[in-house]
Protein backbone atom coordinates (compact mmCIF):
# COMPACT_ATOMS: atom_id res chain seq x y z
CA UNK A 1 0.00 0.00 0.00
CA UNK A 2 2.69 2.50 0.88
CA UNK A 3 4.17 2.07 -2.66
CA UNK A 4 0.89 3.29 -4.33
CA UNK A 5 1.08 6.57 -1.95
CA UNK A 6 4.49 7.20 -2.92
CA UNK A 7 3.70 6.93 -6.84
CA UNK A 8 0.80 9.03 -6.38
CA UNK A 9 2.85 12.08 -4.34
CA UNK A 10 5.62 11.60 -6.93
CA UNK A 11 2.63 12.09 -9.94
CA UNK A 12 1.05 14.94 -7.75
CA UNK A 13 4.46 16.56 -7.49
CA UNK A 14 5.52 15.92 -11.26
CA UNK A 15 2.19 17.27 -12.85
CA UNK A 16 2.76 20.11 -10.75
CA UNK A 17 6.45 20.63 -12.30
CA UNK A 18 5.56 20.09 -15.68
CA UNK A 19 2.83 23.46 -15.23
CA UNK A 20 -0.67 21.63 -14.71
CA UNK A 21 -2.99 24.38 -13.68
CA UNK A 22 -3.81 23.76 -9.48
CA UNK A 23 -7.69 23.43 -9.83
CA UNK A 24 -7.14 20.89 -12.61
CA UNK A 25 -4.42 19.03 -10.31
CA UNK A 26 -6.98 19.19 -7.43
CA UNK A 27 -9.49 17.17 -9.37
CA UNK A 28 -7.23 14.52 -10.81
CA UNK A 29 -5.68 13.75 -7.12
CA UNK A 30 -9.09 13.70 -5.85
CA UNK A 31 -8.71 16.39 -2.94
CA UNK A 32 -11.30 17.79 -1.06
CA UNK A 33 -9.78 21.25 -0.60
CA UNK A 34 -6.95 23.42 -2.57
CA UNK A 35 -4.78 23.75 0.20
CA UNK A 36 -4.27 19.91 0.20
CA UNK A 37 -3.06 20.39 -3.51
CA UNK A 38 -1.11 23.64 -3.28
CA UNK A 39 1.71 21.80 -1.46
CA UNK A 40 2.34 19.65 -4.21
CA UNK A 41 2.85 23.00 -5.99
CA UNK A 42 4.57 24.62 -3.40
CA UNK A 43 7.23 21.46 -3.14
CA UNK A 44 7.62 21.83 -7.03
CA UNK A 45 8.27 25.59 -6.70
CA UNK A 46 10.72 24.80 -4.12
CA UNK A 47 12.30 22.68 -6.69
CA UNK A 48 12.04 23.77 -10.12
CA UNK A 49 14.90 23.35 -12.96
CA UNK A 50 14.59 22.96 -16.20
CA UNK A 51 13.31 20.25 -18.26
CA UNK A 52 15.22 17.66 -19.66
CA UNK A 53 14.68 18.07 -24.04
CA UNK A 54 12.75 14.90 -23.79
CA UNK A 55 10.30 16.04 -21.81
CA UNK A 56 9.99 19.37 -23.62
CA UNK A 57 9.31 17.67 -27.24
CA UNK A 58 6.93 15.78 -25.76
CA UNK A 59 5.02 18.94 -24.37
CA UNK A 60 5.37 20.30 -27.92
CA UNK A 61 3.60 16.91 -29.95
CA UNK A 62 0.23 17.68 -27.70
CA UNK A 63 -2.24 20.07 -27.61
CA UNK A 64 -4.52 18.96 -25.09
CA UNK A 65 -3.38 19.90 -21.98
CA UNK A 66 -4.71 16.73 -20.19
CA UNK A 67 -2.44 14.49 -22.61
CA UNK A 68 -0.01 16.78 -22.79
CA UNK A 69 1.28 15.98 -18.98
CA UNK A 70 0.91 12.26 -19.56
CA UNK A 71 3.01 12.27 -22.32
CA UNK A 72 5.44 14.39 -20.19
CA UNK A 73 5.39 11.87 -17.40
CA UNK A 74 5.71 9.27 -19.90
CA UNK A 75 8.91 10.92 -22.05
CA UNK A 76 10.66 10.97 -17.68
CA UNK A 77 11.20 7.67 -18.22
CA UNK A 78 13.00 7.86 -21.48
CA UNK A 79 15.41 10.64 -19.70
CA UNK A 80 16.07 8.48 -16.81
CA UNK A 81 17.13 5.61 -19.00
CA UNK A 82 19.55 7.67 -21.44
CA UNK A 83 21.06 9.39 -18.37
CA UNK A 84 21.93 5.92 -16.70
CA UNK A 85 22.95 4.27 -20.26
CA UNK A 86 25.51 7.50 -20.48
CA UNK A 87 27.04 6.85 -17.43
CA UNK A 88 27.53 3.14 -18.28
CA UNK A 89 29.13 4.37 -21.46
CA UNK A 90 31.52 6.37 -19.32
CA UNK A 91 32.48 3.24 -17.56
CA UNK A 92 31.03 4.07 -14.05
CA UNK A 93 29.01 1.22 -12.53
CA UNK A 94 24.82 1.68 -12.32
CA UNK A 95 23.49 0.79 -9.12
CA UNK A 96 20.83 -1.64 -9.64
Not at 22 to 50: F, S
Request: with cysteine; net charge positive; glycine share 6%.
Amino acid sequence: MRYWHIVRHSFGTHAALFGVNPWRLQTWMCHKRIDETMLYVHVAEAHARELPECIQQAALSEVDPDRRVLKMLGARGSHVAAAAGSNNNTGEMSAA
